[in-house]
């Protein structure tokens, strides 16, 4: 069975930081895209970043840039999110998804990472994330 599950959100005052994690089982997500996005109520689904697992690229939402920074632990198929600067706009669910393939390329990471994100096709339950002012 596939699946990914998320990690790390909580409750954290407003400049603080968390660590996501997002643990990958069941397929090896080798050569592929990953990434992270989230949801705040009454919103659609915002991409916040992805990378390419086999070194091809990372891209960040403009509205991240600088303060997120998304990273991956191969040996154990995990992306991590790492957020900085934490303001309540970021206060959402974060869910980790991504591309059942290998082999792909980071310009196919850049195509999919559209709304509706259809080409991410494994995702998380999310994690909630709370920022308090």
């Known amino acids: 069975q596939v699946q990914l599950v998320e990690s790390g959100g909580g409750s954290v005052q407003a400049g603080g930081s968390l660590r996501l994690s997002c643990v990958g089982s069941?397929?090896?997500?080798?050569?592929?895209?990953m990434g992270w996005f989230r949801q705040a109520p009454g919103k659609e689904r915002e991409g916040v970043a992805w990378?390419?697992?086999?070194?091809?690229?990372?891209y960040y939402a403009d509205s991240v840039k600088g303060r997120f920074t998304i990273s991956q632990d191969n040996a154990q198929n995990t992306v991590y999110l790492e957020i900085n600067s934490l303001k309540s706009d970021d206060t959402a669910m974060y869910y980790c998804?991504?591309?059942?393939?290998?082999?792909?390329?980071?310009?196919?990471?850049?195509?999919?990472?559209?709304?509706?994100?259809?080409?991410?096709?494994?995702w998380g339950q999310g994690t909630q994330v709370t920022v308090s002012s």
């Open positions: 998804a991504a591309v059942r393939a290998s082999g792909v390329t980071s310009g196919y990471c850049v195509n999919v990472f559209r709304p509706p994100f259809a080409g991410f096709g494994d």
């Open positions: 990378l390419h697992t086999g070194g091809g690229g990372i």
């Open positions: 069941g397929y090896s997500y080798s050569r592929t895209c």
